[in-house]
């Protein structure tokens, strides 16, 4: 029974292979392919090896029934068979069919083996080899400069009431206007000020503050008449609606005037005239700069036109750096008078080399800078100052005295 159902099956699937074969040769006649037509023919031996077993098993199952017994083969011989025709079919089958779309797995790149420990050479330098140059080495971190101590100073102006409401100060009474100066060498900041007139203060920048304030301050620093003293001009301001007991105030000792005021009860206004410059202060100059400054006598040598000054008057100079590069405060004084410097702040350009100012010039004349127009070289010991006076012109030169 088993033979015959193998044999049926076997017999089932070779018509079937031979119903695709002869699909395949209409292909194969459609398309002329000289690769298929080789595969074709080997499919056809193929198929004839496969009715060679089927033929085996009808005499094995001819047997099993009691007739006359083919000449037998062995089992795994139909079992190859089997195989064989399950490959055929598939074979057709491949070639009935469209090749499907190919599908790419992703792949990954091999683990790396771990390194192998090496055992480091010794690199040898042969004795005519040239040094290998090293890295340098890093330069260490600059230590952060030390803060340098702070200098103080207190400067001090005497003011005149040029008006005043809400308060009982009549024109001309005497105010005192006084600053507190730090610097540590480089610019000057007021951390105090205060101004009192007739004993009362009628400004205290330590008064509360209730309200806005908007506050700036500038000083200027020049070496005063004698060594050891220096002189100050001063520019103050702190404004801003308030309601606290600290006023407002503008001040300008360049402009020689200033301004002290209140808004909340009880009201006042006061104005001021002010000095250019504060009265001496002792002591050392708060400015590196000012360390600098040209203290010189002269003596005036020659005048033309209506000179101011006559010759053989004595002067004194004094020209101090500024914090600005390239500017000096110079002060030049002939017989009591002042001949440059009373005009206007004095600020002229200069050079400095090293600590010592050695040129000073100021090209323009009164009537375009409030000063007489001045040259100074040290290096030739000469002063030349020069002005015009309605239409008249005059000119003064002088020599530095060798010895200061």
Known sequence: MRYRDERDALRGRVDSLEQQLATARKELEAQRDDDRAARVEQIERQMAEARRVLDQLGRELDEVRGRPRRPSVAPRVALLGVVVCSGIAGVLLIARRPS??????PTFPPTPAPPRPTTPVPSITPPDAEPTAQPPEAEPTAAPAPERPLRTARATWKATVTRATGLPLAAGATCTIEATLTSAGDDIHVPGLE?????????????????MSMFRS???EDSGPAPGTTLYAISYED????AGARAEISLDSVRKAGLVWRDAAPAYRVELAIPYQSAPVKG????????????????????TGPSPVKVGARCTLRASPLARPGKC????????????????TGVSACTVVGDQVVRVHDGNTSRSGGD???????????ITVRDEVGSAAWTVGMTLDPSG
């Open 218 to 220: 500038g000083v200027e």
């Open 239 to 242: 404004k801003g609606a308030r």
């Open 329 to 344: 405060l110079t002060r030049l004084e002939c017989g009591g008078r002042m001949l440059y410097g009373a005009g206007t």
């Open 195 to 211: 101004v009192v007139c007739r004993g009362t203060p009628i400004y205290r920048s330590s008064d509360e503050l209730s309200g």
């Open 100 to 105: 499907p779309t190919p599908t790419f797995l």
């Open 284 to 303: 050392e100059p708060l400015l590196d700069a000012t360390g600098r400054a040209l203290r010189a006598s002269a003596r005036v040598t020659d005048a």
């Open 372 to 382: 007489p127009a001045l040259d100074l070289d040290v290096s030739t010991g000469r």
